[in-house]
């Protein structure tokens, strides 16, 4: 689901849209729940255990023709009861998951803040809105390569010319969070993934904080 928070046909099922890396034959499908947290009060809840909300979100531009217009998608878990958005514009709002229309083109640092009765936490992330034309950044922007793919414990990314500029790597989950950043080098730079569990990830390569490459990645 696209918007698990809207009702029916709005949220938007795709089949088949998240790739796993195995397959199931002769067993039940995969069905990951990575919201789950202690009922309070349950029987089951026989530590006690007060849920204590974690804050995350992700964000989209639906409509291209209205690209300072962003929906940003609850994504916080363990039971939050209550939600406070700073847009980093001097914008702010209660919702659970808002429409915000930014006021220009730029960047900006958007925190989401959650709290229930037995904690808070704050998740920021900063939001790139509007069109920057590439060609205007840099007269020519080459392609990196990244290999090999599937990788294991080391991933390479290859520039095939000298940029005299500083690009970013940056590696994150299926959730949208960060996970390596990485100046890249001219030519050759190698990324240690020794420490990331096989599954899946995307990649970017960033010039001046404008995403110019984007890709998916299989670590076994």
């Not at 429409?99 to 790139?128: E, I, K, W």
């Amino acid at each position: 689901m696209d918007f698990p928070n809207r009702k029916g046909i709005n949220c938007r099922v795709r089949l088949r849209a998240l790739e796993l890396p195995y397959y199931t034959f002769g067993a039940n499908a995969y069905y990951p729940n990575y919201r789950l947290g202690p009922v309070d009060g349950s029987a089951c809840d026989s530590l006690g255990i007060n849920n204590l909300p974690v804050a995350l979100f992700r964000h989209d531009v639906e409509d291209t023709l209205a690209p300072l217009a962003v929906t940003f998608t609850d994504l916080s878990y363990y039971a939050p009861t209550a939600w406070h958005w700073d847009f980093g514009d001097g914008g702010a709002s209660q919702d659970t998951s808002p429409v915000h229309v930014f006021p220009a083109a730029g960047t900006y640092n958007v925190c989401l803040t959650v709290s229930n009765a037995f904690a808070s936490d704050t998740f920021c992330r900063m939001v790139q809105v509007g069109t920057v034309g590439l060609s205007e950044l840099l007269p020519v922007l080459p392609r990196a390569q990244v290999s090999p793919n599937p990788c294991g414990d080391l991933l390479r990314v290859s520039l095939p010319a000298m940029t005299g500029e500083n690009p970013v790597f940056v590696l994150f989950d299926l959730l949208g969070r960060p996970l390596i950043t990485r100046t890249l080098n001219d030519f050759d730079t190698d990324i240690d993934t020794k420490t990331l569990p096989a599954g899946m990830y995307g990649w970017q390569v960033r010039y001046r904080g404008v995403v110019a490459q984007s890709g998916k990645v299989v670590k076994e």
